[in-house]
């Protein structure tokens, strides 16, 4: 046996080239297989994680993958806001722990702005259930304070003490609400969700930004100074949403038929957990068909190796009936093919893996910091080591049908190959 | 089974799956250590009755033994083993595996028969020293034995292909047009060095060639024409 090995690696050795290639073009498909699987699960991670440990998310009644996109990721819009007083009604409810409003709307150079009391650093938690950190500095006490997202501080150079204005919306021509500077107090430690994008102040500057603005414009001829505000009533009329935690998860549905029935205004609650499912289903097509176009590639590869193999065989034929004249069965010279087959799946697979993780190691922090992608570079997933045993046995059986055609070669050419 | 013929070949027909007969022999025989040249001009059936006597084809009907063995009686398997055990082939040219060197194509029979090589370490310390000893009775110079065997002349492949099937002493050499590919003045020195060494060896040769002129140094002669009424010239 170990001389079919011998044999079946010095004769691959002198076809090197040719099986080189090959390897490496089936290395290629499997190294893009892995890295969108790797991509898929790590987005998905990232996705399901941005927030947790909050209960339920309440806002005007609407679609609710729109307000956990807008809640939760910022993206989008919510066209109702709720009055203040729903929002105390639901903080008072007997079954709630805390309660969270948050206003947002405004912008600061293209990042969203968050306005939430300073509790919301204490409630919030994202990924397996952590706690928001600071970097530096400390959460807003005053009217005129910020606390930035990781990226914001870092994309734009911001250090504590940093002065900045906010806009009237998230796009960059969006009108300046000036002559309000707001400090930066804190910056928040990296979490790979959309906090690192937000600037967060307190809900009393939010009211503080458009007390002297209507309608999405300054009013002509009415400019309230900073130093001045605090004499007006800074509590806010509506929020955007409520972030809810219960005392127990048991009264999750409860809760939530309890906001459906609010009668001051048509109310609506979210479980987050199901509503980014929801999302995530809608995404899945998009993941779908990049995986199908993967498995093409993976497929196209194997082709390729079935190709080799089989137009390399005529040439072979001489080679085949030496063996065969030293006693090589046909048997063994199957088994010989076969080795050669599974040989080079198996040295696609590993160079395949390695140059997918070569490509997180290396494009890993540039997706970070041009998508907000957190690629996890290390052992493959569940999903791509199903995408490896795939390819692996795909390819294993594609390397067997060049061995049954030598094999069928041997036994009719005998000692006298018919080229 | 040293006893008895070498080679015993009666009533012998065979037909390709699916075709008519191409070669009836009534009797052939060879007795141990004899040389017969065969002559077998293409279209007589000389590769069919190789493929018989090396047992990679299967008779239809009739028998061959070798060593007193029918091999029509042995498995697949069985044949492919008795084959590397007890006999030696050389063919009309590329005969060498073009990726191993000189030396391992010798060794190739060694790798695949346990009697070939225990016969080839029963006279010499290790299997490098019984190849070396053939290569150089077969005038192939040490700075050879390295090479990869593509890279040697087309006489010098056929000399190493010579060792090879002599190497751990089967009884039988089947040579097939083994000096077509050599000029004139080689093809002597082969023949020459072939009979030599299948004698020293105690080897029956069966030497099949289209070409008459060589008949002279071998003592019997045969005719595949004569002996197989169904071959087509």
Redesign the interface.
Known sequence: MTHLFWLAARSAWNRRHTLGLIVFAIALSVALLMSIERLRADVRASFTQAVSGTDLIVGARSSPIQLVLYAVFRMGSVNQEIAWDSAEAIARHPAVAWAVPLALGDGHRGYPVLGAPATYFQHFRYGDRQPLRFDGGRPYAGVFEAVLGAEVAERLGYRLGQRIELAHGLDELAPVHAGKPFTVVGILARTGTPVDRTVHVSLEAIEAIHLDWQGGAPIPGLAIPPELVTKFDLRPKSVTAVLVGLKSRAQVFAMQRWVQAYTGEPLMAVLPGVALDELWQMLAVGERALLAVSALVAGVGLMGLVAVILAGLNERRRELAILRSVGAGPRRILLLLAIEGVGIIGLALLLGALLATLGVLLAGPWLAAHYGLWLTPGWPTAGQGLWLAAVAGVGVLASLWPAWRAYRMALSDGLTPHV | MASGPLVEIAALRYAWPGQAECLAIDQLILAPGEAMFLHGPSGSGK?TL??LI?G??VASRGSVRVLGQPLEALS??AR??F???HIG?V?QQ???????DVM?NVL??C???RLRRQRALSDAADLAQAAERLLAALDLEPALWRRRANALSVGQQQRVALA?ALIGRPELILA?EPTSALDAARQEAFLGLLQRECAHAGAGLIFVSHDLRLAGHFNRREDLTRLNPLAQT
């Open positions: 590769s190789l493929g090396a990679v084809h697949a398997s492919d083993r084959r590397v055990d082939i063919f590329f005969n060498l595996l073009p990726y191993l391992d190739l029979p790798r695949f028969s090879r097939d």
